[in-house]
């Protein structure tokens, strides 16, 4: 069965500090990868998406994220952090095949904390 | 341009009751899916909707719980005879297609007391 893995429940950044926030993957094939952002009492907003191309992509909020094939990992990245930063973190991947979809399968999220 | 909304932000109800959940998708997205998130189990997906057909029922959580969609744009999402294990949010997506990327609305908050 696919599955996500977010290592990191809790994650804890100095404002303007670097991040790194982990994703491991376990599918047959190459799936389509995703990182969302929940704020508190909000809805689940899209950073970015690896489809197929280049391995490194951009996002919003000065977001990036890189796919290692030969890691199953997508991980996310930003080079400094700001205090609004401060979120619920999800990476999540789908397959789709045949014409048909599934719901995308999230990991269990990383909690990000901005310390001043 | 609108995002995905739902209605009511917030519901709580007495164990028993019958509840509906509404999502009103983007506009021109054909894709509807429906999702819970809870304290337990994370984000689990329920539910997608191609048109008005739901080709799999499977992830519903059990019989209590369906799913309609009509006219290709509105979806409700019923639990009948609520239970406490049910309370969660529950956040409805669209997509332009079922493989393309999903946005999601801000969440229903269900209170089963």
């Known amino acids: 069965a696919q599955s996500v893995t977010q290592p990191d429940i809790h994650i804890t950044v100095s404002e303007g500090a670097s991040l790194e926030l982990r994703c491991n993957y376990s599918y047959g094939a190459t799936p389509y990868l995703f990182w969302y952002v929940q704020s508190p009492g909000q809805g689940l907003q899209l950073l970015l998406k690896?489809?197929?191309?280049?391995?490194l992509v951009q996002g919003i909020k000065g977001f990036e994220a890189e796919f290692k094939r030969s890691q199953s990992s997508f991980n996310l990245r930003k080079p400094s952090v700001h205090w609004s930063d401060a979120a619920e973190y999800f990476c999540a991947v789908v397959m789709y095949s045949g014409g048909g979809a599934d719901g995308l399968t999230f990991g269990k999220g990383t909690h990000l904390i901005i310390q001043p | 341009g609108a995002g995905v909304s739902q209605s009511p932000s917030n519901k709580v109800t007495e164990k028993g009751k019958d509840v509906e959940l509404r999502c009103d998708p983007i506009?021109?997205?054909?894709?509807l899916y429906w999702y819970r998130q809870s304290l337990g189990q994370g984000l689990e997906f329920l539910i997608y909707f191609q048109g008005n057909s739901a080709p799999d029922k499977s992830g519903l959580p059990s019989d209590r719980f369906s799913a309609e969609r009509t006219g290709g744009s509105v979806s409700t999402l019923t639990i009948q005879r609520t239970q406490q294990e049910d309370s969660a949010v529950y956040l409805c997506a669209s997509s332009t297609t079922v493989q393309e990327t999903q946005y999601f609305g801000p969440g229903t908050r269900l209170l089963v007391l």
């Open positions: 690896y489809f197929s191309g280049d391995t």
């Open positions: 506009s021109g997205h054909t894709a």
